[in-house]
């Protein structure tokens, strides 16, 4: 079974440039979180979907990030324009959507440098 | 506000010998804790879980306690190996049904020593 696809893997840009994040998760996995991970600190849930529709963003900054899951499957974050703050690895995971016990399946994140 | 919390931020152990890490939580609400092992460059990964009705879940060589009136979990490695070196994560949620949110601890960078 395929894991959780993440590209790309590094990224570095400038303060107050634009940067897309794409994820793809295990099939047929109907939740979908974006995780970001600052240097020393454990993951921070940014959103999560349940099929296409937002489940919980209420950490997610709203100025600057957006995310979307179309059609349910694949989804991209988006971070415009961006901050030094914003530099981190940004994970992406997946879930069932059913049962007792679940358990979140994690991609290889994607690091980001704002300079 | 941390509501879980790992205040070991490192441990060094001798190869054969128990681990032990050690977790916090604030949230009463919380009702399901696992750990997640991450290794550099990879996502974290599941480990093992324990429910709020249990105090003690066991999977081979790993063992997680839970002292719900302490806000307490600890997780045991014994024996550990070269291969456990990671950094291992906490995390907790309000249910172990459906897709809560996990609320994730700081980490603890294991290292084991040969």
């Known amino acids: 079974e395929a894991g959780v696809a993440q590209s790309p893997r590094y990224k570095i840009i400038e303060k107050r440039q634009s940067v897309a994040f794409w994820c793809n998760p295990i099939?047929?996995?109907?939740?979908l979180y974006w995780y970001q991970q600052i240097l020393g600190q454990g993951p921070k849930l940014l959103i999560q979907f349940q099929n296409n529709g937002v489940v919980d963003d209420s950490q997610l900054p709203k100025d600057r990030f957006s995310a979307e899951r179309l059609k349910g499957v694949d989804s991209t974050l988006k971070i415009q324009p961006a901050k030094l703050e914003d530099s981190a690895v940004y994970l992406c995971?997946?879930?069932?959507?059913?049962?007792?016990?679940?358990?979140?399946?994690f991609g290889p994140g994607t690091r980001l440098t704002v300079t | 506000d941390q509501q879980v919390k790992q205040n070991s931020p490192s441990l060094s152990v001798q190869e054969g010998r128990i681990s032990i890490l050690n977790c916090d939580y604030t949230n009463s609400m919380f009702d399901y804790f696992l750990w997640y092992k991450k290794y550099p460059a990879e996502g974290p990964t599941f480990l093992i879980s324990i429910s709020s009705i249990k105090d003690k879940n066991e999977d081979g060589r790993f063992t997680v306690f839970l002292n719900k009136s302490a806000k307490h979990l600890s997780l045991h490695i014994v024996p550990s190996q070269p291969g456990d070196s990671a950094v291992y994560f906490c995390?907790?949620?309000?249910?172990?049904?459906?897709?809560?949110?996990?609320?994730f601890g700081t980490g603890t960078r294991l290292t084991i020593i040969p």
């Open positions: 995390a907790a949620s309000r249910s172990n049904f459906g897709n809560e949110k996990l609320t």
């Open positions: 995971a997946s879930s069932e959507n059913r049962g007792l016990n679940y358990e979140q399946y």
């Open positions: 099939s047929g996995h109907a939740t």
